[in-house]
């Protein structure tokens, strides 16, 4: 993981993001300079002040996300005017919050700092590597990596949280047919040129343990609770022991977590303890799991696990092979997909994937396995790879298939006024506040 891509996870969505279409994401270089460059104040919102190395921090973190920069110095201020101008708004919802006497517990930051942390973490092998790379990108140390993550999400949640209470009274503004279709030839080009996609629904059947492999496993997973239990440290056990590659390196974290988010065996045990508590071993379709729970509050639960699953060997493999072959033809004979589900599908995996893909930006086993396929057409099983070594077969069934360029016109213009009419509810909420707020451009 390089610089880029830890500027990148710091660009968190603004709070009206998902309500309009965010400003290019590019970046600006600085003018050329033969002296040390001065910040300075670019605007006055409020009593706050937003300066120049606010704006450079925002656009690069865009530029992190890949946009190019403008090449001509127009389009470079334009840029620097947009990004100016998303922080302004930023501010005052920020100042509307406070007015409101809208509030973000620290327990809320902490958990999406710690998940986060988490996911930038687990690109990295080592300690040493991740601290060098947090110091290249200009944190220091992992401690004021946190400190510029809490108070990036601090504000964020506090924006979001406002706009949702001011969209209250918002008054929808309507948008006529000719602005609808004014939008929709002006993207009708940029529609015509839309990639291929697929929708599909899934099974995907695992090869299952043999007895005598899970009992090896779970004598494996009661000899190390009895461990923890004893006094032996959780974390270290599970950097080195624990078969769960997206948690090993972090000591088995799982950061905080909602009901509905793991499977139910797991959660059944785990919303059941007391922070500081050891669970007993449970069973799921990953294997065996030890669960410490860390701390609770309601509705959700921040823990570290243990998992040891059992030794899936080349005889288990061919079974789930025959398996798998074994539920291509009973889609293809018509039995009805949701009892196939039932008896096969492997519940660690999602099922239905309902949301267009882009068939060039699929996994090559699945590129490979939709070449050629119409709408309701069923797969040959394809062998799916997992981290732990022991691979799945997945059978799909196509829900949908557009080619290059295909598009609905009618859903295509609905959807162009919902979405105008959303931007036009979000500006003019922005846009009032302004006039409530001092705001001086010194730009």
Known sequence: MRKGLILSMLALPLAVAAQAPAPPTVAIASPARTTIPVDRVVAVVGTQVI??????????????????????????????????????????????AHELKIEVTPDEVNRSVDDQIKRVRQGFQTDDEYKAELTNAGFGTPEEYKRTLYEQFYRRALQQRVFEELRKTAVGRNVSDAEVE??????????????????????????????????????????????????????QVAKRESMDPASKQTGGDLGWNRRGAMVPEFERVMFALNPGQIGPVVETAFGYHIIRVDRVQAAEVKAHHILISPVIDSADMAAARKEADSVAAQLRRGVAFDSLVAKHHDPAEEKGILQPFQRDSLPA??????????????????????????????????????????????????????????????????????????????L
């Open 365 to 442: 086993s699945y590129a490979t396995a939709v070449t050629g396929k119409k709408s309701g057409d069923v797969t040959d099983p394809f062998e799916l790879a997992t981290p732990r070594g022991a691979s799945k077969y997945a059978v799909l069934q196509l829900v949908s298939v557009n080619e290059a360029g295909q598009f609905v016109e009618a859903e295509v213009r609905e959807r162009i006024r919902q979405q105008l009419v959303a931007e036009r509810a979000t500006r003019s909420l922005l846009d009032d506040l302004r006039k409530r707020t001092f705001v001086a451009l010194r």
């Open 51 to 96: 300066l120049w190395s606010d704006v450079m921090s925002s656009v690069n973190q865009q530029r992190a996300a890949g946009f190019r920069l403008p090449p001509d110095s127009a389009g470079q201020a334009a840029v620097a005017r947009d990004a100016l101008n998303q922080l302004v708004d930023e501010e005052i919802l920020v100042q509307k």
């Open 182 to 235: 004014d939008a929709f030839q002006k993207n009708k080009e940029v529609l015509q040129r839309q990639p291929a996609t697929v929708t599909f629904r899934q099974i995907v059947v695992s090869p299952k343990a043999t007895a005598d492999a899970k009992q090896r496993a779970r004598a494996k997973a009661d000899s190390l609770l009895v461990e923890v239990r004893r006094g032996g440290d959780f974390e």
